[in-house]
């Protein structure tokens, strides 16, 4: 039985984002959970939204976007600006302390710009080091540290940064402190063997399914960085991870995929 403290990681993306009433929802129960916590939270849909009002035309790889200047513009603005503002307003409704943050804050999460063979991301960050120093100083006195989906690399360059990778990355940094379980919630009851089945949650979720899974196509496009985030976590320290609606956390008996290695 391990002696360390418990933090429970919360990565909410998806609709859950772009719907008020599911949003509000959402983090009451996120602010109900005890002991420490951190929140990271994605905000895709209302970035592209953002994009198409002003003639921007978005792009997207495996489920990862193409942020070129202008597209980096959008994204700063929507994640570290309106949508990490008012995720930390109304968890301060809901008597959490939250901070927000951006990597570049506190040099909490350096990144370096993709270096891809044939693909060019643009201004898109791959995770380098997380401030874990820092971090665990903020969790100690209390804070609740809410992340976007902004990292840097130390040289002046904001960074988009998957959040999914976000959450992961600072859930293994986390893991060397404390025993972390890291939760991907979003508007799925978790990781479904037919996309159009709601009903087809995939209980368990091991390696060797996955990688049959992947080939069949039956997982694609944003599950595939997200199921790749969670086996790197499991492999580098994460003891638990679960991905699933929001209602499982605070009903233990919700349907959910459990990750395992």
Do not use: W
């Not at 903020?138 to 992340?147: D, H, K, Q, R, S």
């Amino acid at each position: 039985m391990s002696n360390k403290k418990i933090v429970t990681l919360v990565k909410i993306g998806g609709n859950i984002i772009d719907d008020a009433n599911e949003l509000q929802q959402f983090l009451s129960d996120f602010s109900k959970i005890e002991g420490h916590k951190v929140l990271v939270h994605g905000g895709g849909k209302s970035a592209t939204k953002m994009a198409k009002s002003i003639g921007l035309v978005p792009q997207m790889i495996d489920g990862r976007r193409i942020t070129d200047a202008a597209m980096l513009e959008v994204v700063v603005m929507i994640y570290a600006g309106q949508i990490n503002k008012e995720v930390v307003a109304q968890l301060q409704a809901n008597n959490t302390n939250a901070i927000g943050f951006s990597g570049a804050d506190g040099n909490l999460i350096q990144s370096e710009k993709r270096n891809h063979p044939t693909i060019d991301y643009g201004f898109v960050g791959d995770v380098k080091k997380v401030n874990t120093t820092l971090l665990q100083t903020l969790i100690e006195a209390g804070i609740t540290p809410v992340f976007c989906a902004i990292t840097h690399d130390k040289k002046g360059q904001l960074l988009n940064t998957n959040a999914d990778t976000i959450a992961s990355e600072l859930a293994i940094a986390l893991s060397e402190v404390y025993e972390v379980t890291l939760n991907y919630c979003f508007e799925k009851p978790g990781v479904l063997f037919d996309s159009e089945d709601d009903s087809s949650v995939i209980a368990n979720m091991n390696a060797e399914l996955y990688s049959k899974l992947k080939d069949e196509k039956a997982i694609h496009s944003g599950m595939i960085p997200k199921l790749d985030n969670c086996f790197n976590s499991l492999n580098k320290g994460v003891q638990k991870i679960r991905i699933g609606h929001h209602k499982m956390l605070k009903n233990t008996e919700t349907i959910c995929t459990t990750i395992q290695l």
